[in-house]
Every structure is written in C-alpha cells, then in structure tokens.
C-alpha cells in the first residue's frame, strides 16, 4: 500500500550563531541579521516520510508558509526526494502566531487533496512553542502523535509510533489519517542528492521566474520548466483573510524585558591538598556537600 504524505518545514534564523545585532532595540529577533535555514527537526520529519516512500511507495508533499526566499528550503526539500513542494507566502499572512499559522496550513493542507500522514518537526528553533502541528491536527479534525521518535509499524490503515514522554516512552497506535510530530532522535537525515541537486537547483516560484532578469535567463538557460515551486496566497487556499497574520493572532505581547547576566561574586581556590580541603569543608557546612 502506498501513502500520500505531507511535510509541514519552515525556514527559521540560525539561533546557533547569535551575534550582537541579533535582537533589535524592542527586544525582537532581528531576522535580517542571522542566517536562514532549515529547521533542524523539520528535516527529521522530513526524513521519515521519505523512508516511508522508500518501503511503501506513495508521494511526499512538502509545504512551507514564509516570505519569497523561503523557497530555498523547498529546493533543499527537492533535494532529498520530495514530489512536490509549495510555498504558501501572501502579505495577509505576515505576523502570524501560532494559531494563525496552523490555520493557513490546514487550508493549504486541504487544498492539496488527500493525505494519509502529516509530518512535522516537534518545534521550531525560532519558538519553541511546539504547538503548530498539534493545532494544524486539531483544525483538520484528524489523530495527532507528539514528540515521535521511532514509528515502529506502518500497516495499511493504522500507524503505530514510540513517542517521548518526560522519565521515558510510550506506544501509541492510531488510525490514518494522522500527524505525527517528529523529534531529532527518530532518524540522521540524508545528505541531498547530488543528482537531485543538478536536476532542481534552478528550481522556483512562477513569480521568482518572472523576476529573473532575460540575459540571466538565457546564461543559465532558464525556462518555464523550472518554475517546479507552487506559490499559494490567501486566494488559492480559500483562507478568510480575517482569521490571517495579525487579524488572526489573539497572542499578543505585553512587555519585553531585557536580561543582562552579570559576574557574580567569585572567590580564588588554591591550587593545593590544603585548598581543596577548605573549599570541601566550606561546601559542606553550607550544606551545598552531605
């Protein structure tokens, strides 16, 4: 039997290189400034619905919400073996919090017909709020196993998973459709193809197609073949513009309070038997030793 799957990924700023220009003076992350890549976890999702295609047969969709150059992670998408990719990018969507998103990607979700599972990365490294897919689930009215790290057996219509749980796992088996959110430990992603690479490294949007200046076109030797990125605005997903982006987000901040971490009282150790026993004896009568 074989399955059509979809991928939730999103492009997020690489919070691993923070450099001092990475928060502008309202506290917010300052995007322009880190670097954009994948979500790390999102590749792990990524990864096993490709293994699922592998053994089983079937399509892999992979969808992403973000601004134009979020086209790049659904070449690197391409890359790896998906079918089909989409880039769902419309002003309306801007500012969107979590429930906002899940909407949008539902309707986006229903729009590409049917789906067997759904697979996302357990959070995002830009938020940490692990709440979109849960939310994309619940809005499509479909099972919903967290925080996976190994599906243990994919037989016709049921899927049964281990999931994280906190002091250890747990097996959880559920009908399809379902979506499964995915951690790091379920898999080590692949490498992208190097032929996939030559086939699809021109790959974009009709409107990034449409921007490429006709010398560029002709020096790379660019046509409408290569426009491969479906482009989806608030129109062609049937999305009521009211329930988008900011007029959609009921999260809102109160406050935004910077926290600098200061040197804290420091006291020199000597390095001799006689020091280690005083630091020891001082340990101890604070009751920090036992």
Request: hydrophobic content about 40%; some cysteine.
């Amino acid at each position: 039997m074989s399955y059509q799957m979809v991928v939730l990924v999103k492009q997020v700023p690489d919070t691993h290189n923070i450099k001092g220009d990475a928060m502008k003076a309202d506290g917010t992350v300052n995007r322009q400034a880190l670097p954009a890549i994948f979500n790390p976890e999102d590749l792990n999702a990524l990864e096993e619905a490709i293994k699922i295609k592998d053994n089983y047969g079937g399509k892999v969709t992979v969808i992403t919400m973000g601004p134009p150059n979020a086209s790049q992670i659904l070449r690197e998408s391409l890359f790896r073996n998906a079918d089909r990719v989409i880039l769902v990018s419309d002003r309306i969507f801007a500012g969107a919090d979590t429930l906002a998103t899940s909407y949008a990607l539902s309707m986006a979700i229903r729009k590409t017909g049917n789906f067997d599972i759904i697979f996302c990365g357990r959070q995002a490294i830009d938020g940490d709020t692990a709440q979109v897919g849960p939310q994309t689930a619940e809005k499509l009215g479909i099972n919903q196993i967290t925080c996976v790290n190994k599906i243990m057996e994919l037989k016709k219509d049921t899927i049964t998973a281990e999931r994280s749980i906190e002091g250890g796992y747990e097996i959880i088996k559920a009908k399809l459709p379902t979506l499964l959110t995915i951690t790091a430990e379920a898999n080590t992603p692949r490498p992208a193809s190097a032929k996939k690479i030559l086939a699809y490294k021109h790959a974009m949007t009709p409107l990034e197609l449409d921007g490429l200046d006709e010398a560029y076109i002709q020096s790379k030797e660019i046509d409408e073949s290569h426009a491969v990125i479906e482009l989806w605005g608030h129109e062609q997903i049937g999305a009521n513009p009211e329930q988008c982006g900011l007029a959609g987000s009921p999260t809102k901040v109160k406050e935004i309070e910077s926290v600098v971490l200061g040197a804290r009282e420091s006291k020199k150790i000597e390095g001799s038997k006689a020091g280690l026993e005083s630091l020891v004896k001082e340990l101890m009568t604070e009751h920090i030793l036992g």
